[in-house]
């Protein structure tokens, strides 16, 4: 009874609660004083407009603790050797390669259903933490529920424990000496939606006594079995390509380096094959099968918030293009909602293409909707929301608003929301 009058009242405030909860000045002063640049909200989050929601996300504290369950016994299954036997049946061999880290930052990914929450997918490079911990900071109470949610935020917990983190993954490389300078790494850093947060994570690494540089991975070295950046040796490389198994040319001295265990990285190659391949999907959602491997039981239970999921095969395709309204299509090891279908948007076209393709089927899981007011206007917008984890543990909880069929940072009144359990 507590479950549904709580679920009822989140959706009752994520229906008809209008304020605007956002301080605008205090999130812009907070993050020009952190990244050390008084035009910093000027050039890099006005010219984002849709980065932030203005309203928040309502949810029960019981979706809260299944979501958690959910993200334990995917990271128990990960330990099976038979469902590591399956994940890397189809992982390439960089992804064998264990060299101690469990991933910086994981991302897991939810709809709200009111069957309670569905895992849609695991990403290994999730973008958004730093920011959120200061959309967290920037909240006005507005009513008790927000005034609970509010005392649930904090920044300096989100930092402590992001430090925490990435030494965590230091150590579990075997290294013994001090940590001391980390790189934060992707294509083109600068050209990337999210680079705002690789500004704050620098000064967040910075802040903690480490260097730190925002650094395109072809501008590493790896010489004398050192990873270097300007000459100058990397000890940790905060890694957010979407090139997960290191394949791309351009990220050959990083290749060599994570090879060799000159440097650790995280997330790294294994993390993603364990993980974040969509295939998994189709691993996490056969509870019977995890049940065979060793899973216990209260995790297998947990798993029935993992829609199933398939591999689309040349045996099972005519049955799932009959059955594709109810489903989901997603590309084996796509990122940031690219080349995904619903299945009742689908063409004869596309489809075909499906089938030359490693995707699997899912099925859907309808996403949360929350009710905004937009220049005056009351819309609808649907809603997912992550968690962001390391080691299977929360470090951060955020939604996104968005219109269309997958998440996206072009909807007005979309965006990243704090999410505030009740």
């Known amino acids: 009874m507590a479950l549904i009058e709580s679920r009822a009242a989140a959706d009752h405030l994520n229906r008809e609660c209008f304020c605007v909860t956002l301080d605008h000045d205090a999130l812009a002063s907070s993050l020009q004083h952190e990244a050390g640049d008084a035009a910093f909200f000027e050039h890099f989050i006005k010219s984002r407009p849709h980065l932030f929601s203005h309203a928040p996300v309502f949810l029960p504290k019981a979706d809260g603790e299944a979501m958690q369950a959910i993200v334990h016994a995917i990271e128990a299954a990960a330990r099976l050797p038979q469902y590591q036997q399956a994940a890397f049946s189809w992982a390439p061999a960089i992804a064998r390669m264990d060299h101690g880290p469990l991933g910086a930052l994981m991302g897991y990914d939810f709809h709200l259903t009111p069957d309670g929450p569905k895992l849609i997918e695991i990403n290994t490079n999730a973008g958004g933490a730093f920011l959120n911990a200061f959309l967290a900071q920037a909240q006005i109470a507005c009513c008790a529920e927000v005034e609970q949610g509010l005392a649930r935020q904090s920044l300096a917990q989100f930092e ?80 957010r390509l979407v090139d997960f198994s290191l394949d791309d040319p351009r990220h050959a001295a990083l290749r060599t380096a994570y090879e060799a265990g000159a440097v650790v990285v995280t997330p790294g190659p294994r993390n993603h094959a364990l993980f974040a391949d969509k295939r998994n999907l189709t691993l996490l959602s ?23 999921a398939v591999s689309v095969t040349g045996e ?107």
């Open 286 to 308: 056969d509870r019977a099968a995890l049940g065979v491997w060793g899973l216990d039981a209260a995790s297998v239970a947990a798993l029935s918030g993992v829609p199933r």
């Open 316 to 422: 099972n395709a005519d049955q799932l293009w009959r059955e594709r309204k109810g489903l989901f299509f997603k590309p084996a090891s796509g990122h940031a909602s690219k080349a995904v279908y619903r299945g009742d948007k689908l063409t004869k076209g596309v489809w075909d293409n499906i089938g030359r393709s490693a995707y699997i089927a899912q099925d859907f899981a309808a996403p949360g909707e929350r009710t905004i007011e937009v220049d005056g206007e009351r819309v609808q917008r649907k809603v997912d929301v992550r968690l962001y984890t390391y080691a299977g543990e929360p470090l951060i909880a955020a939604a996104r608003l968005y219109q269309g069929q997958t998440t996206n940072f072009r909807t007005p009144g979309g965006g990243f929301a704090p999410v505030f359990f009740i």
């Open 160 to 239: 402590s424990r992001a430090i925490e983190m990435f030494e965590a993954e230091w150590k579990r490389q075997g290294r013994t000496g001090a940590l001391r300078r980390i790189a934060i790494v992707d294509d083109a850093p600068q050209d990337q939606y999210l680079y705002p947060e690789f500004v704050l994570a620098k000064r967040l690494f910075e802040r903690h006594g480490y260097e730190a540089v925002i650094a395109d991975p072809a501008t590493l070295r790896f010489e004398c079995d050192v990873l270097q950046e300007g000459g100058v040796p990397i000890d940790l490389v905060y890694n």
